[in-house]
């Protein structure tokens, strides 16, 4: 049991997926600053990116890129079928709505199941990976393949250097 407790420590504990719980001294909400926290570089930080088609109706979808990297939307597009249209990045109040998570704490875990997620390739090399407890107060480091797995995300080119 951590000692912060958020569906995606639930989520680790059940599916018995070694994590170490990373406390912060105060609330994180940037790449940088969870970093620093953490004592990690941000080349093993994963950014969560929730993308709103821009169609209705809306649906979205979560792609993620290491810290120091951009997110191609449009490579995100290419990726997935052509029934997708033009993404926009989802607002503050959309990416609570519909992950649950407050900007800047958002996990590419226990997410709607019918969302898609995709994860830049380079996070699959890494020897390990950081991403949010789902609180800003803790991250959460671990092994690329288990976050992979847990997430359902597919691998793809979306990042630009």
């Known amino acids: 049991m951590s000692a912060i407790q958020t569906c995606v420590t639930e989520l680790l504990e059940a599916a018995g997926v070694p ?3 990373l406390l ?4 994180v909400f940037t790449v940088e600053a969870a970093a620093a926290q953490r004592g990690v570089v941000k080349e093993e930080m994963v950014k969560s990116i929730l993308l709103r088609e821009k169609a209705q109706p809306r649906r979205y979808v979560m792609a993620c890129v290491l810290g120091h990297m951009r997110l191609n939307p449009k490579a ?4 997935l079928d052509d029934d997708w249209k033009r993404f926009t990045f989802a607002s503050r109040q959309e990416i609570s709505a519909v992950t649950g998570f407050v900007q800047g704490a958002v996990v590419p875990l226990c997410l709607p199941p019918d969302m898609p997620v995709v994860f830049d390739e380079a996070i699959a090399a890494c020897r ?3 991403i949010s407890s789902g609180d800003p107060l803790a991250g959460i480091e671990l092994k690329p393949h288990d976050l992979i ?3 359902g995300a597919r691998l793809a080119a979306i990042a630009v250097p």
Do not use: W
Not at 24 to 27: G, I, R, T
Not at 76 to 79: G, I, L, S, Y
């Open 128 to 130: 390990n990976v950081n």
């Open 149 to 151: 797995r847990l997430a």
């Open 19 to 21: 994590y170490r719980l």
């Open 24 to 27: 912060h001294s105060e609330p």
């Open 76 to 79: 995100v597009r290419a990726f």
